[in-house]
């Protein structure tokens, strides 16, 4: 058995290491470029707030610069262009109207002071109208842009709040519990982490961003990270390596229904803001690859939680009872199993549900019949993307289990050729080989049973010779 799973997984590692060559991409597409407008593409600088103060919100309109369209932005974010500071952002609100119109009550009036770079020590003014969901306090820490096109006045806007503090302290809070826990294989998990997060951003998304097959890549990235991690984290050893391809299967299966419903359930992958965007500046991404890409990668995860974790039951309770039949082990095992399904199904739902959850809002306030929810392309996008996904992780039990049975018992039986610890004792203390040595074991055995009886009443030594019973005791005739 272990030389079919070498035999499966060697070519497979081989082929995803060959994968990994020949999509290896040379750099991100669009990176000579000035702008993506995206916003996110110009030089951030740390600020802080040094002083607030209440001004009357139609004193400030009547400052802005023209109105915006959109004539609603409460958000004080600027769009991906120089030329706006924060009284633009705040002023937005009211545009389109007479000066004080809509506008009423006070607004706050932010001077914010930059930290660092060229300009440190500049400050500038954000205003925040009643309507904006941003808050500002003395003190507080925040991102700034630059645009170094726009006039003076308007080159520094505040885009976001500075949580590079609570984000750090809250990742070392998290390795150290980890390690705490987990010891060596906390740690290793962490490493393994870093390898997961570096072929996601080093390889998976620049790769898709250069027009390769999405789909293709996921499989190629997905299968790496797989091999890399959990080879990492639980040893070289057939115990992995059962985890290993009952993850693959699982993955296949995966990666065959989620192709299949996708195709006929005609979905684009095209539901939301970003993946429009996406496709707007890179049309040659294949949008609905992209969509079963993430499938895949979102289920691989969760799928190696529930093949190591099957794995490692089947080993541990052959330990616990060697003598166990495969057929007991496998009932065993899968015992466990339909316990963990329960578990990590809903653990599953309720991560989409979680994850959709503004989404369902809306058609909750829609009032729209569940038949029109459920087939509208957003939500079954998203059902098509759970139900795939458990459907992988059912079967990755029994498929899983039944892998590490058969290693587990045949490893057994390779244990138990040859050695004075791993067989059945024959008379005398020989062992005999195997499942026939224990058949053969078991007649002298009983030869010595039938003469130990008179050589113990003959010469009345009260030495007793050992026999084995049928269910390995030893006993003393005497």
């Given amino acids: 058995m272990r030389k079919v799973i070498a035999a499966v997984l060697i070519p497979f590692a081989v082929a995803v290491l060959g994968g990994l060559i020949a999509l290896w991409p040379g750099g991100l597409p669009g990176q000579d470029k000035e702008a993506s407008g995206l916003g996110y593409d110009r030089p951030t600088f740390a600020a802080k707030v ?30 991906g262009g120089g030329g706006e500071n924060g009284a633009g952002s705040g002023g937005a609100n009211g545009a389109g109207k007479e000066p004080g119109e809509g506008s009423g009550g ?36 925040v991102v700034v842009a630059y645009a170094e096109k726009a006039p003076r006045e308007l080159q520094y806007s505040v885009i976001d709040a500075n949580r590079e503090l609570p984000m750090v302290l809250l990742a070392a809070l998290f390795a150290v519990v980890v390690v705490l826990v987990g010891r060596l294989r906390g740690v290793l998990a962490l490493v393994g982490l870093v390898v ?57 299966l995966i990666g065959l229904l989620g192709s299949f419903f996708i195709g006929w359930g005609r979905l684009t ?12 500046l890179y049309p040659d991404i294949e949008i609905q690859g992209l969509l079963l ?28 009872d060697p003598g166990a039949s495969w057929r007991t082990l496998y009932g065993s095992a899968m015992r466990i199993g339909r316990d963990h399904i329960a578990s990590v199904v809903n653990t599953l739902v309720l991560a989409y549900a979680g994850a959709a959850l503004p989404l369902l809002l809306l ?40 892998l590490a049975v058969l290693v587990v018992t045949a490893d057994r039986r390779r244990r138990d050729l040859p050695g004075p610890a791993g067989a059945v004792p024959g008379p005398g203390g020989t062992n005999r080989p195997g499942g026939a040595g ?27 010779a050992p026999v084995t019973s049928r269910r390995g005791r030893r006993r003393k005739t005497r």
């Fill in 106 to 141: 006070s607004c706050r009036k932010a001077e914010i002071e930059v930290t660092e770079g060229k300009d440190s020590g500049h400050t500038f003014v954000e205003v925040v109208t009643p309507q904006s969901t941003r808050t500002f306090d003395v003190g507080q820490e």
């Fill in 196 to 252: 997961s997060f570096g072929v996601l951003t080093l390889f998976i998304l620049p790769a898709i961003l250069q027009g390769s097959n999405p789909l293709v890549v996921a499989v190629v990235g997905g299968s790496a990270i797989m091999l890399a991690t959990l080879y990492l984290c639980h040893g070289l050893s057939a115990r992995t390596s059962v985890a290993v391809l009952g993850t693959l299967v699982s993955l296949l």
């Fill in 363 to 402: 058609f909750s306030i829609a009032q729209s019949g569940v038949g029109t929810v459920a087939t509208s392309e957003v939500v079954a996008e998203e059902i098509v993307r759970t139900l795939v996904g458990s459907i992988g992780l059912v079967v990755s039990v029994p498929v899983t289990t039944l």
């Fill in 269 to 280: 992958g095209d539901t939301d803001d970003q993946t429009a965007l996406v496709h707007g």
């Fill in 50 to 79: 040094v002083k607030l103060e209440q001004v009357d919100c139609r004193e400030v309109n009547a400052q802005q610069p023209p109105p915006q369209q959109d004539g609603g932005g409460a958000q004080p974010q600027p769009p």
């Fill in 293 to 320: 890409a993430g499938v895949l990668i979102g289920s691989l995860g969760v799928l190696d939680d529930v093949t190591v974790t099957q794995t490692s039951a089947v080993w541990e309770l052959k330990e616990a």
């Fill in 438 to 464: 224990r058949a053969a074991a078991a007649a002298p055995s009983a030869g010595a049973r039938q003469e130990a009886v008179p050589a113990g009443d003959g010469a009345g030594s009260g030495t007793s």
